[in-house]
């Protein structure tokens, strides 16, 4: 069974600042998403990250995968207000009926002024 | 405009009722899912399709059932037997599902039981 996990499930933090959330997993993948979701809203789709050692960056947003660690960071850069969501990361798991993904419990950001 | 649409926003149910949320995509999408996501916590998945007539439980599938009649629709009914049906569903799709790629996510129909 594939568990992922993410860390911290809660963060507050000051803007400006930087910080890490982590996401881990348990069996071998080579596909990791990450999503947003503003409350009550539906989920936005940020990276997706293919290939080990792959980085994406938007805006103040850079995330990065280490499949032989079994471990993806988004960092955040100098954040701002509009940053405040839950990003969920998610790892695919291809299973003989198909692909699926299996999401971890997501990171609560709040970005305090 | 191309997208996922899911109706209604929000649903009531009794005591022992049968509901159904619907969820249609024009993206001409051949695979679809649907999850769940309780207060606080990440989605969890309850049925999945890769192409018309055919689908595969979730991790929690007890309770739910789907159809997939049409490629662009994939209605899930939420039965008398899932004791505690009040949450955020969330229906998804994707080019395919055997090279998984990236999932775009309805609107979502919130659940909630009288």
């Known amino acids: 069974e594939l568990k992922v996990e993410q860390n911290p499930l809660f963060l507050s933090m000051q803007e400006g600042k930087n910080y890490t959330i982590y996401c881990n997993y348990s069996t071998t993948s080579d596909r990791l998403y990450w999503y947003r979701q503003d409350p009550g809203k539906s989920l936005e789709s940020l990276f997706v990250?293919?290939?080990?050692?792959a980085v994406k960056q938007e805006g103040r947003l850079m995330a990065s995968l280490d499949t032989k660690a079994r471990l993806s960071t988004l960092h955040i850069t100098a954040a701002v207000h509009d940053l405040s969501a839950t990003y969920f990361c998610a790892v695919v798991l291809t299973e003989t009926s198909g692909s699926r993904l299996t999401f971890g419990e997501g990171t609560q950001l709040t970005v305090n002024p | 405009d191309g997208g996922i649409t899911q109706s209604p926003k929000y649903l009531f149910r009794k005591e022992g009722q049968n509901v159904t949320l619907s969820c249609e995509q024009n993206?001409?999408?051949?695979?679809m899912y649907w999850y769940r996501q309780d207060p606080g916590q990440g989605l969890r998945l309850i049925y999945y399709?890769?192409?018309?007539?055919?689908?595969q439980k979730g991790d929690i599938a007890e309770g739910y059932s789907v159809s997939r009649e049409k490629k662009e629709s994939f209605p899930l009914t939420v039965t008398s037997a899932q004791k505690n049906p009040t949450a955020f569903y969330l229906c998804?799709?994707?080019?395919?599902?055997?090279?998984?790629?990236?999932?775009?996510f309805g609107p979502g129909t919130r659940l909630l039981v009288l």
């Open positions: 399709s890769q192409i018309v007539n055919d689908f």
């Open positions: 990250l293919l290939s080990n050692g």
């Open positions: 993206l001409n999408h051949d695979a």
């Open positions: 998804a799709s994707s080019i395919g599902a055997r090279i998984q790629e990236t999932q775009y």
